[in-house]
T-cell receptor, first 114, second 112 residues
Framework: DQQVKQNSPSLSVQEGRISILNCDYT??????FLWYKKYPAEGPTFLISISSIKDKNEDGRFTVFLNKSAKHLSLHIVPSQPGDSAVYFCAASGSGGSNYKLTFGKGTLLTVNP | DAGITQSPRHKVTETGTPVTLRCHQT?????MYWYRQDPGHGLRLIHYSYGVKDTDKGEVSDGYSVSRSKTEDFLLTLESATSSQTSVYFC???????????FGEGSRLTVL
């Protein structure tokens, strides 16, 4: 049973435009959400996170939005750059003593075309 | 960059042979994890450790065992490798509470 879902395996955008990556979750105990970026032949690297007490977190070109009622979060990249081309993983952790474990989605391959 | 070293980085082995992957950290983080990445599955947790000699299973632990005798080292063992264990294995570390993990560069294992 997949608790974190990234329903788009891939996304292609033009350089300079907005990239929107989506993520849905089913476990209402999740209260902390993260996005990771992964280049080929490298380990994933942390990008941005958001706590369930917020609905938006911004860091430069990257903004994460959280809609708790819909159990949905999205990552916005503006403007998109060719160097942003990578696989993006959505991840979530829960409370109740399990918040040191992350559950990951399957990832979305973002391609930014020059 | 977090100090995480995985070894070996690449390994080809035959079905039925034992394999051990090593993760070494220099950050003194309490939590260590082993994930595998497969096409169509994303990152799946195999085992994790919350302290020396304290380990627990993740979602895909069958066929794997782990040991942590020192804070800095976390070993993943495949007692008898199978072709379904062909994958890229990532070690990760964490201080704990927020869930932010730092990943190693991965170990690519091919089981023939």
């Amino acid at each position: 049973d997949q608790q974190v879902k990234q329903n788009s395996p891939s996304l292609s955008v033009q350089e300079g435009r907005i990239s929107i990556l989506n993520c849905d979750y089913t476990n209402s105990m999740f209260d902390y959400f993260l996005w990771y970026k992964k280049y080929p032949a490298e380990g994933p690297t942390f990008l941005i996170s958001i706590s369930s007490i917020k609905d938006k977190n911004e860091d430069g070109r990257f903004t994460v939005f959280l809609n708790k009622s819909a159990k949905h979060l999205s990552l916005h990249i503006v403007p998109s750059q060719p160097g942003d081309s990578a696989v993006y993983f959505c991840a979530a952790s829960g409370s109740g003593g399990s918040n040191y474990k992350l559950t990951f989605g399957k990832g979305t391959l973002l391609t930014v075309n020059p | 960059d977090a100090g995480i070293t995985q070894s070996p980085r690449h390994k080809v082995t035959e079905t039925g042979t034992p394999v051990t992957l090593r993760c070494h950290q220099t950050e003194n983080h309490r939590y260590m994890y082993w994930y595998r990445q497969d096409p169509g599955h994303g990152l799946r947790l195999i085992h994790y450790s919350y302290g020396v000699k304290d380990t627990d299973k993740g979602e895909v632990s069958d066929g794997y065992s782990v040991s942590r005798s020192k804070t800095e080292d976390f070993l993943l063992t495949l007692e008898s490798a199978t072709s379904s264990q062909t994958s890229v294995y990532f070690c990760a570390i964490s201080e704990g509470y927020t869930g932010e993990l730092f990943f190693g560069e991965g170990s690519r294992l091919t089981v023939l």
